[in-house]
Antibody, heavy 115, light 106 residues
Framework: EVQLVESGGGLIQPGGSLRLSCAAS????????MSWVRQAPGKGLEWVSV???????YYADSVKGRFTISRDNSKNTLYLQMNSLRAEDTAVYYC?????????WGQGTLVTVSS | DIQMTQSPSSLSASVGDRVTITCQAS??????LNWYQQKPGKAPKLLIY???NLETGVPSRFSGSGSGTDFTFTISSLQPEDIATYYC????????FGQGTKLEIK
């Protein structure tokens, strides 16, 4: 069964850093495009970042220069390193397989940026 | 950036009704459009890809059509379990979602 499980969310002060993890099972992360999508409380979906199977990475303008997507092939895990966090980064962060279409999605992990 | 405009933002319908949601792109995106369903407290689920292709396992009452800038998502006969928020998403240039359509039972 294809499954994605996120972890690493929590409460963090503005300016702080956090690393999210997304453990995959049932498929190989490094052979697929993998993405992060976030959803602020009560709001819609916003694409954050993608890593291609070849290793190229892309970011939404709202997080460029602050967030870094990466993967650990030995652990079959996707990461999102988030630095210089702002209140507007508060959201549920989902990892998803794919880029042209996101399928499946993990259950999400909540990141709250607040003092 | 490509903007996606969904309408309506909310919709109330009765069981058995035909429901239609539209999504308009700010520029031509060919058929590079997907539709997702998100139930409260859950992750989104892919229903339709490439504008009109039904994802495996998704009931046939769901369908999609359109190309270029104008797209339509239809539920042919609304069921109680279809209560959710629906999003369109383009992938012609990066990835952008519509603002969502919240569907409720009348």
């Amino acid at each position: 069964e294809v499954q994605l499980v996120e972890s690493g969310g929590g409460l963090i002060q503005p300016g702080g850093s956090l690393r999210l993890s997304c453990a995959a099972s049932g498929f190989t992360v490094s052979s697929n495009y993998m993405s992060w999508v976030r959803q602020a409380p009560g709001k819609g979906l916003e694409w954050v970042s993608v890593i291609y199977s070849g290793g190229s990475t892309y970011y939404a303008d709202s997080v460029k220069g602050r967030f870094t997507i990466s993967r650990d092939n030995s652990k079959n895990t996707l990461y999102l390193q988030m630095n210089s966090l702002r209140a507007e980064d508060t959201a549920v962060y989902y990892c998803a397989r794919g880029a042209s279409r996101f399928d499946p999605w993990g259950q999400g992990t909540l990141v709250t940026v607040s003092s | 950036d490509i903007q996606m405009t969904q309408s309506p933002s909310s919709l109330s319908a009765s069981v058995g009704d035909r429901v239609t949601i539209t999504c308009q792109a700010s520029q031509d995106i060919s058929n590079y459009l997907n539709w997702y369903q998100q139930k409260p407290g859950k992750a989104p689920k892919l229903l339709i890809y490439d504008a009109s292709n039904l994802e495996t396992g998704v009931p046939s009452r769901f369908s999609g059509s359109g190309s270029g800038t104008d797209f339509t998502f239809t539920i042919s006969s609304l069921q109680p379990e279809d209560i959710a928020t629906y999003y369109c998403q383009q992938y012609d240039n990066q990835y952008t979602f519509g603002q969502g359509t919240k569907l409720e039972i009348k």
